[in-house]
Protein backbone atom coordinates (compact mmCIF):
# COMPACT_ATOMS: atom_id res chain seq x y z
CA UNK A 1 0.00 0.00 0.00
CA UNK A 2 1.71 3.33 -0.55
CA UNK A 3 0.07 5.40 1.87
CA UNK A 4 -1.12 3.25 5.40
CA UNK A 5 -4.55 4.88 5.64
CA UNK A 6 -5.11 5.15 9.38
CA UNK A 7 -8.38 3.74 10.42
CA UNK A 8 -9.86 5.99 11.89
CA UNK A 9 -9.46 8.37 8.83
CA UNK A 10 -11.15 5.26 6.87
CA UNK A 11 -14.39 5.18 8.74
CA UNK A 12 -15.11 8.66 8.78
CA UNK A 13 -15.16 8.82 4.87
CA UNK A 14 -16.78 6.12 4.76
CA UNK A 15 -19.62 7.40 6.94
CA UNK A 16 -19.24 10.78 4.91
CA UNK A 17 -17.76 12.89 8.10
CA UNK A 18 -15.01 13.29 6.10
CA UNK A 19 -14.09 16.56 4.17
CA UNK A 20 -11.46 16.62 1.20
CA UNK A 21 -9.83 19.32 0.71
CA UNK A 22 -8.39 19.70 -2.51
CA UNK A 23 -5.25 22.03 -3.66
CA UNK A 24 -3.61 23.12 -6.62
CA UNK A 25 -1.63 19.55 -6.71
CA UNK A 26 -5.06 17.98 -7.63
CA UNK A 27 -5.65 21.03 -10.32
CA UNK A 28 -2.58 20.13 -11.88
CA UNK A 29 -3.21 17.45 -12.81
CA UNK A 30 -5.61 18.21 -15.45
CA UNK A 31 -4.66 19.24 -18.70
CA UNK A 32 -5.76 20.86 -22.29
CA UNK A 33 -5.76 19.05 -25.93
CA UNK A 34 -2.03 20.22 -26.27
CA UNK A 35 -1.42 19.01 -22.67
CA UNK A 36 -0.98 22.29 -21.08
CA UNK A 37 -1.39 22.21 -17.48
CA UNK A 38 -2.86 24.95 -14.88
CA UNK A 39 -0.15 26.78 -13.28
CA UNK A 40 0.53 26.31 -9.32
CA UNK A 41 0.88 29.44 -7.16
CA UNK A 42 4.23 30.17 -7.81
CA UNK A 43 4.46 29.28 -11.61
CA UNK A 44 1.25 31.79 -12.26
CA UNK A 45 3.30 34.41 -10.65
CA UNK A 46 6.38 34.37 -11.98
CA UNK A 47 4.57 34.53 -15.62
CA UNK A 48 2.81 37.28 -14.18
CA UNK A 49 5.37 38.84 -12.86
CA UNK A 50 7.54 38.57 -16.84
CA UNK A 51 4.41 40.03 -18.28
CA UNK A 52 4.52 42.93 -15.81
CA UNK A 53 5.76 46.54 -17.60
CA UNK A 54 7.86 48.14 -15.30
CA UNK A 55 10.66 49.10 -13.54
CA UNK A 56 12.93 46.17 -13.04
CA UNK A 57 13.30 47.70 -9.25
CA UNK A 58 9.65 46.82 -8.80
CA UNK A 59 10.21 43.01 -10.36
CA UNK A 60 13.37 42.21 -8.53
CA UNK A 61 11.10 43.30 -5.60
CA UNK A 62 8.71 40.84 -6.71
CA UNK A 63 11.29 38.47 -6.99
CA UNK A 64 12.77 38.77 -3.52
CA UNK A 65 9.35 37.88 -2.43
CA UNK A 66 8.82 35.07 -4.57
CA UNK A 67 12.31 33.64 -3.08
CA UNK A 68 11.04 33.99 0.35
CA UNK A 69 7.80 32.20 -0.36
CA UNK A 70 5.92 35.41 0.69
CA UNK A 71 3.60 34.79 -1.95
CA UNK A 72 0.66 36.78 -0.47
CA UNK A 73 2.52 39.94 -0.22
CA UNK A 74 4.33 38.94 -4.00
CA UNK A 75 0.44 38.62 -5.51
CA UNK A 76 -0.45 41.74 -4.09
CA UNK A 77 2.44 43.91 -5.17
CA UNK A 78 1.72 42.33 -8.56
CA UNK A 79 -1.96 42.95 -8.48
CA UNK A 80 -1.68 46.68 -6.90
CA UNK A 81 1.07 47.11 -10.28
CA UNK A 82 -0.77 45.65 -12.72
CA UNK A 83 -4.41 46.88 -12.12
CA UNK A 84 -7.40 44.98 -10.85
CA UNK A 85 -8.78 44.85 -14.23
CA UNK A 86 -5.50 43.30 -15.81
CA UNK A 87 -4.83 40.85 -13.18
CA UNK A 88 -8.93 39.53 -13.46
CA UNK A 89 -7.84 38.90 -17.16
CA UNK A 90 -4.63 37.22 -16.37
CA UNK A 91 -6.85 34.67 -14.14
CA UNK A 92 -9.11 34.07 -16.71
CA UNK A 93 -6.61 33.74 -19.08
CA UNK A 94 -4.72 31.00 -17.41
CA UNK A 95 -7.94 29.44 -15.51
CA UNK A 96 -10.87 29.51 -17.74
CA UNK A 97 -10.16 29.84 -20.75
CA UNK A 98 -7.53 27.04 -21.73
CA UNK A 99 -10.96 24.24 -21.09
CA UNK A 100 -8.88 22.35 -18.73
CA UNK A 101 -9.60 18.81 -19.08
CA UNK A 102 -10.05 16.91 -16.16
CA UNK A 103 -7.65 14.13 -14.99
CA UNK A 104 -7.53 10.50 -13.74
CA UNK A 105 -6.89 11.66 -10.61
CA UNK A 106 -10.22 13.78 -10.20
CA UNK A 107 -12.29 10.59 -10.93
CA UNK A 108 -10.24 8.85 -8.08
CA UNK A 109 -11.41 11.51 -5.67
CA UNK A 110 -15.09 11.75 -7.01
CA UNK A 111 -15.30 8.05 -6.12
CA UNK A 112 -14.91 8.30 -2.42
CA UNK A 113 -18.44 9.76 -2.60
CA UNK A 114 -17.67 12.45 0.32
CA UNK A 115 -20.89 14.57 0.16
CA UNK A 116 -18.91 17.61 1.39
CA UNK A 117 -15.48 19.11 -0.91
CA UNK A 118 -14.17 22.21 -0.03
CA UNK A 119 -11.30 24.07 -2.68
CA UNK A 120 -9.22 26.69 -2.49
CA UNK A 121 -8.89 26.25 -5.88
CA UNK A 122 -10.83 28.86 -8.28
CA UNK A 123 -10.93 26.93 -10.95
CA UNK A 124 -13.65 24.74 -12.28
CA UNK A 125 -12.18 21.78 -13.07
CA UNK A 126 -13.21 19.37 -10.71
CA UNK A 127 -16.72 21.03 -10.03
CA UNK A 128 -17.04 20.48 -13.67
CA UNK A 129 -16.26 17.18 -13.66
CA UNK A 130 -18.05 15.93 -10.82
CA UNK A 131 -21.48 17.87 -12.03
CA UNK A 132 -20.55 15.71 -15.12
CA UNK A 133 -20.81 12.48 -13.62
CA UNK A 134 -23.57 13.11 -11.32
CA UNK A 135 -25.89 14.78 -14.17
CA UNK A 136 -25.71 18.02 -12.52
CA UNK A 137 -26.71 17.69 -8.91
CA UNK A 138 -23.69 18.44 -6.95
CA UNK A 139 -24.07 22.23 -5.65
CA UNK A 140 -21.06 24.17 -5.54
CA UNK A 141 -21.21 27.19 -3.27
CA UNK A 142 -18.77 30.22 -2.59
CA UNK A 143 -17.07 31.65 0.53
CA UNK A 144 -19.84 34.60 0.03
CA UNK A 145 -22.84 32.78 -0.59
CA UNK A 146 -25.32 33.29 1.57
CA UNK A 147 -27.00 29.54 1.88
CA UNK A 148 -24.13 27.64 2.41
CA UNK A 149 -25.17 26.56 5.66
CA UNK A 150 -28.27 25.03 4.10
CA UNK A 151 -26.09 23.76 1.51
CA UNK A 152 -23.99 21.48 3.94
CA UNK A 153 -26.46 20.70 6.32
CA UNK A 154 -28.42 19.30 2.30
CA UNK A 155 -28.57 15.42 1.85
CA UNK A 156 -26.83 16.60 -1.84
CA UNK A 157 -22.96 16.77 -2.44
CA UNK A 158 -21.56 20.34 -2.15
CA UNK A 159 -18.59 21.98 -3.18
CA UNK A 160 -17.50 24.86 -1.45
CA UNK A 161 -15.38 27.35 -3.31
CA UNK A 162 -13.63 28.76 -0.26
CA UNK A 163 -11.30 31.43 -2.28
CA UNK A 164 -13.74 31.94 -4.50
CA UNK A 165 -14.36 30.86 -8.57
CA UNK A 166 -12.49 32.27 -11.56
CA UNK A 167 -16.45 33.24 -12.50
CA UNK A 168 -15.59 36.38 -10.54
CA UNK A 169 -12.54 36.90 -10.35
CA UNK A 170 -13.13 40.25 -8.63
CA UNK A 171 -14.17 38.37 -5.51
CA UNK A 172 -11.33 35.58 -5.55
CA UNK A 173 -9.26 35.79 -2.33
CA UNK A 174 -5.64 35.97 -3.84
CA UNK A 175 -3.14 38.60 -2.53
CA UNK A 176 -2.89 39.58 1.19
CA UNK A 177 -5.66 42.25 1.04
CA UNK A 178 -7.74 40.04 -0.36
CA UNK A 179 -7.40 37.28 2.72
CA UNK A 180 -7.94 40.40 5.38
CA UNK A 181 -11.09 41.41 3.97
CA UNK A 182 -12.41 38.26 3.53
CA UNK A 183 -12.02 37.39 7.02
CA UNK A 184 -13.35 40.49 8.60
CA UNK A 185 -16.61 40.27 5.68
CA UNK A 186 -17.25 36.80 5.71
CA UNK A 187 -17.08 35.90 9.66
CA UNK A 188 -19.77 33.81 9.41
CA UNK A 189 -18.27 31.75 6.73
CA UNK A 190 -14.78 30.86 8.71
CA UNK A 191 -17.86 30.39 11.69
CA UNK A 192 -18.67 27.84 9.51
CA UNK A 193 -15.36 26.23 8.71
CA UNK A 194 -14.33 26.05 12.36
CA UNK A 195 -17.54 24.13 13.34
CA UNK A 196 -16.62 21.51 10.41
CA UNK A 197 -13.37 21.03 11.73
CA UNK A 198 -14.80 20.01 15.29
CA UNK A 199 -17.47 17.75 12.81
CA UNK A 200 -15.65 16.52 10.03
CA UNK A 201 -12.10 14.67 9.27
CA UNK A 202 -9.79 17.41 7.15
CA UNK A 203 -7.85 15.20 4.35
CA UNK A 204 -6.08 17.54 3.08
CA UNK A 205 -5.01 16.92 -1.06
CA UNK A 206 -3.19 18.28 -3.23
CA UNK A 207 -2.62 21.51 -0.74
CA UNK A 208 0.44 23.29 0.75
CA UNK A 209 0.61 24.74 4.18
CA UNK A 210 0.52 28.53 3.17
CA UNK A 211 -2.97 28.78 3.12
CA UNK A 212 -3.17 31.57 5.92
CA UNK A 213 -6.76 30.47 6.74
CA UNK A 214 -6.36 26.86 7.23
CA UNK A 215 -2.74 27.18 9.59
CA UNK A 216 -5.71 29.81 11.51
CA UNK A 217 -8.27 26.94 11.49
CA UNK A 218 -6.35 24.24 12.36
CA UNK A 219 -4.00 26.10 14.78
CA UNK A 220 -7.44 27.47 16.68
CA UNK A 221 -8.95 24.15 16.53
CA UNK A 222 -5.33 22.24 18.16
CA UNK A 223 -5.14 24.36 21.01
CA UNK A 224 -8.67 24.61 21.76
CA UNK A 225 -9.14 20.95 21.74
CA UNK A 226 -6.29 19.34 22.78
CA UNK A 227 -7.43 15.84 22.31
CA UNK A 228 -9.77 16.11 19.45
CA UNK A 229 -8.54 13.92 16.57
CA UNK A 230 -6.34 14.97 13.91
CA UNK A 231 -7.10 16.09 10.62
CA UNK A 232 -4.83 14.72 7.63
CA UNK A 233 -2.40 15.94 5.06
CA UNK A 234 -1.47 13.98 2.27
CA UNK A 235 2.13 14.69 0.66
CA UNK A 236 5.02 13.57 -0.85
CA UNK A 237 7.82 12.43 0.43
CA UNK A 238 10.42 15.26 1.76
CA UNK A 239 8.08 18.24 1.40
CA UNK A 240 8.56 18.79 4.85
CA UNK A 241 10.89 17.75 7.39
CA UNK A 242 10.53 15.39 10.42
CA UNK A 243 11.28 18.10 12.91
CA UNK A 244 8.84 20.12 10.91
CA UNK A 245 5.97 17.14 10.77
CA UNK A 246 6.65 17.00 14.55
CA UNK A 247 6.29 21.05 15.34
CA UNK A 248 2.74 20.45 12.56
CA UNK A 249 1.59 17.95 14.12
CA UNK A 250 1.18 19.81 17.69
CA UNK A 251 0.60 23.07 16.98
CA UNK A 252 -1.54 22.22 14.11
CA UNK A 253 -2.86 18.83 15.06
CA UNK A 254 -2.64 17.13 11.91
CA UNK A 255 -0.79 13.81 11.11
CA UNK A 256 1.13 14.34 7.60
CA UNK A 257 0.47 10.89 5.48
CA UNK A 258 3.44 11.20 2.42
CA UNK A 259 3.59 9.13 -0.52
CA UNK A 260 6.39 8.41 -3.05
CA UNK A 261 5.68 12.00 -5.09
CA UNK A 262 8.38 11.02 -8.25
CA UNK A 263 7.48 10.56 -11.65
CA UNK A 264 4.76 14.13 -11.33
CA UNK A 265 2.66 12.69 -8.03
CA UNK A 266 1.48 9.55 -10.60
CA UNK A 267 1.12 7.54 -7.19
CA UNK A 268 -0.90 9.93 -5.73
CA UNK A 269 -3.89 9.09 -7.46
CA UNK A 270 -3.02 4.85 -7.19
CA UNK A 271 -3.28 6.17 -2.99
CA UNK A 272 -6.03 7.43 -3.90
CA UNK A 273 -7.57 4.73 -5.43
CA UNK A 274 -6.55 2.50 -2.62
CA UNK A 275 -7.77 4.42 -0.26
CA UNK A 276 -11.52 3.68 -2.21
CA UNK A 277 -10.85 -0.13 -1.75
CA UNK A 278 -10.62 0.61 1.83
CA UNK A 279 -13.75 2.80 2.23
CA UNK A 280 -16.00 0.57 -0.02
CA UNK A 281 -15.12 -2.69 2.15
CA UNK A 282 -15.88 -0.32 5.38
CA UNK A 283 -19.25 0.87 4.00
CA UNK A 284 -20.59 -3.09 2.74
CA UNK A 285 -19.21 -4.12 6.67
CA UNK A 286 -21.88 -0.98 8.05
CA UNK A 287 -24.28 -1.99 5.91
CA UNK A 288 -24.20 -5.34 7.12
CA UNK A 289 -24.56 -4.33 10.66
CA UNK A 290 -27.00 -1.43 10.24
CA UNK A 291 -24.51 0.27 12.03
CA UNK A 292 -25.25 3.76 10.04
Not at 37 to 43: A, F, L, N, V
Not at 110 to 117: E, K, M, P, W
Not at 188 to 212: E, K, Q, R
Amino acid sequence: MIIPWPAPLVLDVARRRSALVLGSGISSQAHTATGRSPKRWQPFLEAAKRRLAKPRAIKAEIQKLLDKRDYLTACQVLKDEMGGAIFSDLLTEEFLTPQYIAGDIHDSVIALDSRLVISPNFDKIYETRANALAHGSVRVKQYHSIDVVEAIRSPLPVIIKKHGSVDEPARVIFTRNDYAAAREQNKDFYSIMDALALTHTFVFLGCGMDDPDVRLMLEGYAFRHRFGRPHYFVMGKGSIGPCVARVVQTSMNVQVLEYDSTNHHVKLKTAIDELKQAVDGERLTIRDNMSW
